[in-house]
């Protein structure tokens, strides 16, 4: 079974604070994902990736940077967090290869920022 | 318009209900669509794809209608586990890549 794993699953932060969310796959995924969920809003694109240190702004990538040094991890990082950054992150990975994209979620991070 | 919408609900039905959802799109470029279905506090996971042609897997049909621009997912002799959000999904016209997720459709099957 295909496993994503995030470092956290609830993360209080101060306003400002400099804020890291990890990201890892076992299943040798070539294209990771980081989206926000929010009431109302659905899941929106913050930013992806197809390879390592490859990256693709999403649909809502201000106020976030990712990093992706190994083709297991991909990390989203909060320069400055601010309060209209508190939200549910996903993270998912998918494989280039099959008939379709299937992508594969995390358990989520739900992040407050005070 | 958004690009992918969905009427949230919520729908609250019985057991052994049979209850229908619809999602509107904008993109006339995609030739095929995905339902994700999210049980509450947990991840997204596929629930089945839909190409023109439809699909169906037990209990679950999905339809497409490209003169229409709507996907639809039907549930019959609906179970208490099937209470969950689901999600239409636009790929976009790719095969891998960018998904575009609608709100959700968040249902309810009670005793």
């Known amino acids: 079974d295909v496993k994503v794993t995030q470092s956290s699953r609830y993360l209080v932060k101060r306003t400002g604070e400099k804020v890291f969310l990890e990201c890892v796959q076992d299943m040798d995924h070539e294209n990771m994902f980081w989206y926000r969920q929010d009431p109302g809003l659905g899941l929106r694109l913050i930013y992806f990736?197809?390879?390592?240190?490859?990256?693709e702004k999403g649909d809502i990538p201000e106020g976030y940077s990712v990093s992706r040094e190994k083709k297991e991890r991909f990390s989203l990082i909060l320069e400055s967090a601010s309060t209209n950054q508190t939200s549910m992150y996903l993270c998912?990975?998918?494989?280039?290869?099959?008939?379709?994209?299937?992508?594969?979620f995390g358990p989520g991070t739900r992040l407050t920022v005070l | 318009r958004k690009e992918v919408e969905q009427d949230p609900g919520p729908f609250n039905v019985p057991e052994g209900a049979t209850v229908a959802f619809n999602c509107t799109y904008s993109?006339?470029?995609?030739?095929?669509f995905f339902w994700y279905r999210q049980d509450c506090r947990k991840e997204p996971k596929l629930l089945m794809s839909?190409?023109?042609s439809g699909n169906e897997d037990g209990r679950f049909t999905a339809q497409l209608n490209r003169a229409s621009q709507y996907i639809s997912l039907l549930i019959r002799d609906s179970k208490l586990s099937d209470s969950a959000t689901y999600l239409c999904?636009?790929?976009?016209?790719?095969?891998?890549?960018?998904?575009?997720f609608g709100q959700g459709t968040i249902l309810t099957v009670h005793p």
């Open positions: 998912a990975s998918e494989s280039v290869w099959g008939s379709y994209n299937e992508q594969f």
């Open positions: 993109n006339s470029a995609s030739q095929s």
């Open positions: 999904v636009d790929p976009g016209g790719t095969s891998y890549g960018k998904l575009t």
């Open positions: 990736s197809y390879d390592v240190k490859m990256k």
């Open positions: 839909v190409y023109s």
